[in-house]
């Protein structure tokens, strides 16, 4: 075990990934998927799910009964940085990126998971807490931070205002070690505070890294330290973030 990780995982996923590389079309991918497991980082949206304490709450409700209409349907009112989502550089940035302008292959990748979960409520993440993880992380990755908040998911003062965050320094040594993404199971990167929130939302972005926030993350995938890390977004034009459904892909 390095940092909490299995020697034969990383193994695992080196030689699936390797295994892919040397396999041609879609039965290369057809067997890449049978040798992984697929976990769901994704929290649940319903009306009045946690969110953003400044954005009006999730409205969630029947718009259509297959007993009055012969189908259902319903009805979704919410912030597009609303439960599970992404952030690109328009969010913050004036003349950043839109969604429709990044790639849609950028939002998946390998990803580097950090097990954070001794960190204490509002407690800062800098370079201090990120070094003793710079060797699981590669030029390219989706840095996860696993703070264990993501288990803490409730209208309590805890998940709402007191979750750990990235600082900006924490943000521009990831950025130095080439993240393309970094990805949290919080609210935000940044902190509550607005002199917190901010910094750290703005040198990712500027950087071109983009932003996934209030994920879960299972304990199969902290336990593993590396996954391949989906975070589809819905194609909104012109917007700086959207809902997504996260997945990792865990070596078998």
């Not at 259902?72 to 989502?85: F, N, P, V």
């Not at 521009?172 to 993404?181: H, I, K, P, T």
């Not at 970094?182 to 703005?202: F, K, N, Q, Y």
Request: glycine residues 10%; hydrophobic residues 40%; charged residues 20%.
């Amino acid at each position: 075990m390095i940092n909490g990780v299995s020697i034969n995982g990383v193994r695992k996923e080196c030689a699936v990934m390797n295994e892919l590389a040397s396999e041609q079309g879609i039965e290369g991918l057809d067997n890449l998927l049978a040798r992984v497991t697929l976990y769901d980082l994704s929290q649940p949206l319903y009306s009045g799910s946690p969110g953003w304490a400044l954005y009006p709450p999730v409205g969630l409700e029947p718009f259509c009964e297959i007993q009055t209409d012969g189908y259902k349907a319903e009805r979704l009112e919410l912030i597009t940085h609303s439960g599970t989502h992404l952030d690109v550089p328009s969010h913050f940035i004036a003349d950043g990126k839109r969604l429709e302008e990044v790639p849609v292959g950028e939002f998946q990748g390998p990803a580097a998971v950090l097990d954070l979960r001794f960190l204490q409520p509002s407690q800062a993440v800098g370079a201090a807490e990120l070094k003793p993880f710079r060797e699981r992380i590669r030029q390219g990755d989706i840095v996860v931070l696993c703070t264990g908040w993501g288990d803490k998911r409730s209208h309590d003062s805890l998940f709402m205002y007191e979750w750990p965050y990235l600082t900006e320094e924490g943000a521009q040594w990831l950025v130095e070690r080439g993240a393309r993404a970094v990805a949290i199971d919080a609210l935000s990167v940044g902190g509550w505070p607005e002199l917190t929130r901010r910094p750290p939302h703005v040198t990712l972005l500027s950087a071109g890294c983009w932003i996934l926030e209030d994920i879960r993350c299972p304990p199969e995938v902290v336990q593993a330290g590396r996954c391949h890390l989906f975070a589809f977004p819905v194609l909104l034009q012109g917007c700086g973030g959207s809902l997504v459904r996260a997945v990792a892909a865990v070596a078998k």
